[in-house]
């Protein structure tokens, strides 16, 4: 195999471990919003433990990433590539985070009876920033910066969504104070719904980066 050949089949795999990153992240979510859905805090502890594979497959990516750069001192386009797998795995590696402060925030909700209709509230937020990871990651894995361009309108919704969404718990704050840990916690878990989409949106902008060189602020 020659140099360049070489080369871009070590980024290729490197890629392909990225994508792996980005599975286990939107696993991690998923996990989450089905635990606080069912009230299941088995799953919530499961998603906590599992961030260790995230953080470590996240070390992985940045260790091969740096070796290359070292080894193959790469023309600009491939260095830029190399680049972008970097920040692309360390913002997947802080959605996985954000994921597990989702967690452990929605183990400290008792008694969501009493929040039933903020929960739904919480839920379709969720369900908006869960179609910008699913669709963030196929972007990046087909670098199609004309779907990647989309994931801000998405962001633009979440973001619309989480600030009404917190002005009316803090109004419920007002009136009933014997709710008020509930109530913040639940505005910790939307306020790290929110930063994954955010993240989502860095991804995007990294992912034209990629394609055409070009920084773009899609925020």
Not at 127 to 151: C, G, H, T, W
Not at 190 to 201: K, L, P, V
Request: glycine share 4%; with cysteine.
């Amino acid at each position: 195999m020659t140099i360049r050949g070489h080369f871009v089949s070590e980024l290729s795999t490197l890629k392909a471990e990225i994508m792996e990153l980005g599975a286990l992240a939107e696993d991690a979510f998923d996990m989450t919003l089905d635990a606080i859905r069912t009230k299941h805090d088995g799953k919530l502890d499961e998603v906590i433990e599992n961030d260790k594979a995230i953080n470590e497959l996240e070390l992985t990516i940045n260790e091969k990433a740096t070796l290359m750069i070292a080894k193959q001192q790469p023309v600009a386009s491939d260095l830029r590539r190399i680049i972008v797998c970097l920040k692309v795995s360390s913002d997947l590696e802080r959605m996985g985070d954000l994921s597990v402060d989702m967690a452990k925030a929605a183990k400290r909700l008792q008694d969501r009876e009493d929040l039933a209709v903020f929960e739904k509230e919480l839920l379709a937020i969720a369900a908006k920033a869960k179609v910008m990871v699913q669709s963030v990651l196929i972007a990046y894995r087909d670098a199609n910066i004309l779907e990647a361009q989309k994931i801000a309108a998405m962001d633009d919704e979440v973001d619309r969504a989480y600030g009404e969404f917190v002005k009316s718990l803090f109004e419920v704050v007002a009136v009933e104070t014997g709710l008020t840990e509930q109530i913040t916690q639940m505005a910790f878990i939307s306020r790290y719904i929110e930063r994954i989409a955010d993240y989502c949106t860095n991804i995007a902008e990294w992912i034209i980066y990629e394609v055409n060189g070009k920084r773009f602020d899609l925020n």
